[in-house]
């Protein structure tokens, strides 16, 4: 059975995606809208839970939004714990040159 896993998802999204002038666009740099959480990570998160068939029972995570001048976190690192006892880590940046 799965043990532990790990995930890494680094990109630099240029700064157009961003574009707070563009009401189509605003909502990615808006808290409780965007960030690379809501937008990309979840997909993942939701990904594990199908291929694995367990959910996620615990999570700890930290998240730093200093790469822009945005509401939301461009950057941080996850550990999930799955309701069978796997543990894994998932880092995060949409800042990143990859």
């Given at each position: ?9 680094a ?8 574009e ?30 199908y ?16 790469a ?31």
């Amino acid at each position: 059975p799965l043990r532990g896993f790990t995930a890494e998802f680094a990109l630099l999204k240029p700064e157009g995606y961003f574009e707070k002038d563009d009401p189509r666009l605003a909502w990615r740099g808006q808290k409780g809208k965007g960030g690379p959480v809501l937008i990309n990570m979840i997909h993942d998160v939701d990904l594990l839970r199908y291929i694995t068939g367990h959910e996620v029972s615990s999570i700890f995570a930290a998240t730093t939004a200093t790469a822009r001048d945005n509401e939301v976190e461009d950057t941080g690192a996850v550990t999930l714990i799955l309701d069978h006892g796997a543990v894994g880590t998932l880092f995060f940046s949409d800042a990143t040159p990859s």
